[in-house]
């Protein structure tokens, strides 16, 4: 039976040995400390139908990385999966609403005919009927529906810096393209559910790229170093600008304490 959407989230005091809740690691320049209850986020992994141990706040940065697959020749993103906790209307900081985010490379065919036309208007270029988009799908509960109301989005590639040793991601404004998000009501699998969609242009990823001096090799050829690149879907620093930011490692599932 599918499982079904998950209840509202309470975060529970981190205990060690009774489950009583995942805890995300400090980082800094990166995402905040918090806690979920583990009861959410099996729920959501239920219904991602995998384990899903990349858990952000609304607020921090989802970091992935995209590399063109020998194979299949297709762009494939790593992690494509994320929890992502919302802060509570009350102000409560121990109650989240949360919502899972999938990402993953779609051909132009699989973006809604209305959807390319304002993306081609919004952004001015031609799309090519060969051209790929980088695909956002936030899956909210239908009560939680108006949460995308609050999306705020930035992203952009991540560099090292060989002068101070850290990681630096670009972080630009992405409205236009969550200025056009599709909502609907769907039953994924089996369960009603809020589905938001949104879209990035493989060009777009690669002109960003290309001002900004770094390689975008990973989106065009296989065996290249992958391309990492970080999201934020509630940006709180203000208007978003290019200044990089020290952006941590991602952390790996021990880290998370999945």
């Known amino acids: 039976a599918a499982p079904a959407a998950p209840a509202a989230d309470v975060a529970a005091p981190a205990a060690r040995g009774n489950g009583a809740a995942l805890r995300s690691p400090p980082a800094p320049g990166g995402n905040k400390a918090f806690a979920l209850a583990t009861g959410s986020v099996d729920s959501w992994c239920q219904f991602a139908k995998k384990p899903v141990p990349h858990i952000v706040e609304a607020s921090g940065m989802m970091q992935f990385e995209m590399s063109r697959n020998a194979q ?34 779609i051909p132009c065919d699989g973006v809604p005919e209305e959807r390319l036309r304002a993306l081609v208007t919004v952004f001015g ?28 989005i930035t992203g952009g590639p991540v560099r090292f810096n060989s002068s101070t040793g850290v990681r630096e991601s ?37 002109a960003i790229c290309f001002a900004h001096g770094m390689s975008s090799d990973a989106l065009k050829r296989p065996n290249c170093p992958p391309l990492p690149w970080v999201m934020c879907l509630c940006e709180t ?6 200044k990089p930011v020290e952006t941590p490692p991602p952390p790996g599932d021990e880290q998370l304490g999945i």
């Open 72 to 105: 299949t020749g297709h762009v494939e993103v790593s992690p494509d999966t994320y929890i992502v906790a919302f802060p509570s209307a009350d102000g409560n900081r121990r109650k989240h609403r949360t919502g899972l985010v999938k990402i993953h490379m």
């Open 125 to 152: 270029t031609y799309v090519n009927r060969d051209a790929e988009f980088l695909e956002f799908e936030l899956f909210l509960r239908p009560c939680d529906a108006a949460l995308h109301e609050k999306l705020q």
């Open 170 to 206: 670009m972080r630009f404004d992405l409205g236009p393209s969550s200025r056009n998000i599709e909502v609907e009501e769907i039953d994924y699998p089996s369960k009603r559910v809020t589905r938001c969609r949104w879209w990035v242009g493989i060009e777009t990823l690669r």
């Open 237 to 242: 620093r203000g208007s978003a600008a290019s």
